[in-house]
C-alpha cells in the first residue's frame, strides 16, 4: 500500500508564503507517477492546483499561476509545493495526490490534507 504524509501548513497573512511537502512511500516514487496538489474550500469542491509528471513537466491552475511553484525530489520520494503571494482565497486543505502508472488503470493515493489559511 502507497502512502502519502503532507506538511507545511499553517495561518499565514495576506502576501505571504509558505511551502508544502508532501512525503511518499517508496512503491509510488518508485514508478512512473503523476503527483499533484489539490485543494478544497469550505463548501467548495475539491479542485487541481497543480501537477507534476515524473519527469518533471509541469501544469497550473490558472488561479496560481506566477504565485505557486510544484517540485519533486524523486531521491526523498517528495513533492512540494511552493507558495507566494497568498490570498484569502488560497484558504482551504490542500491535499496531495499521486497517480501511479500499473498494468491497468493508474493506482490513486491521496494524503489527508493540511490546512492552509491566510489572515487578510
Known amino acids: 500500500q502507497g502512502q502519502l504524509v503532507e506538511s507545511g501548513g499553517g495561518l499565514v497573512q495576506a502576501g505571504g508564503s509558505l511551502r508544502l511537502s508532501c512525503a511518499g512511500s517508496?512503491?509510488?516514487?518508485?514508478?512512473?507517477?503523476?503527483m499533484a496538489w489539490y485543494r478544497q474550500a469550505p463548501g467548495k469542491q475539491r479542485e487541481l492546483v497543480a501537477v507534476?509528471?515524473?519527469?518533471?513537466?509541469?501544469n497550473y491552475a490558472d488561479s496560481v499561476k506566477g504565485r505557486f511553484t510544484i517540485s519533486r525530489d524523486n531521491a526523498k520520494n517528495t513533492v512540494y509545493l511552493q507558495m507566494t503571494s497568498l490570498q484569502p482565497e488560497d484558504t482551504a486543505v490542500y491535499f496531495c495526490?499521486?497517480?501511479?502508472?500499473?498494468?491497468?488503470?493508474?493506482?490513486?493515493?491521496w494524503g489527508q490534507g493540511t490546512q492552509v489559511t491566510v489572515s487578510s
Open positions: 517508496r512503491n509510488i516514487f518508485s514508478r512512473f507517477n503523476v
Open positions: 495526490r499521486a497517480d501511479v502508472s500499473v498494468l491497468g488503470p493508474p493506482q490513486v493515493y
Open positions: 507534476i509528471a515524473t519527469g518533471g513537466s509541469t
